[in-house]
């Protein structure tokens, strides 16, 4: 089992920064990716970001160049920095473990809302 919980999230006006930190616990060492998802209001969830044991990672087409994931095995952290923010970027941002022992378990955060304001 694993935990995760989100924090960062909030109002910023277009153009802005924010970033977004989830902490993992539990049973960390068997994660073998993790990352974020958003949900925009009336759509479905998307991956955003997520970043393996190797430290590959991999992007959404609309937030290259602007976001950045960086994961601290040491604290069990995964961050997300979100740069020159768009309205379409608001929604709720879920952090996301994938663990493959046999099948595939996949473990969310409570979520955390984003908004940008035009």
């Known amino acids: 089992q694993v935990q995760l919980v989100e924090s960062g999230g909030g109002l910023v006006q277009s153009g802005g920064s924010l970033r977004l930190s989830c902490a993992a616990s539990?049973?960390?060492?068997?994660?073998?990716?993790i990352g974020w998802y958003r949900q925009p209001p009336g759509k479905q969830r998307e991956l955003v970001a997520n970043?393996?044991?190797?430290?590959?990672?991999n992007y959404a087409d609309s937030v290259k160049g602007r976001f950045t994931i960086s994961r601290d095995n040491a604290k069990n952290t995964v961050d997300l920095q979100m740069n020159s923010l768009k309205p379409e970027d608001t929604a709720v941002y879920y952090c996301?473990?994938?663990?493959?022992?046999?099948?595939?378990?996949?473990?969310w955060g409570q979520g955390t809302q984003v908004t940008v304001s035009s």
């Open positions: 996301n473990a994938l663990i493959l022992r046999g099948a595939l378990f996949q473990y």
């Open positions: 539990g049973s960390t060492f068997s994660i073998n990716a």
């Open positions: 970043i393996n044991n190797g430290g590959s990672t």
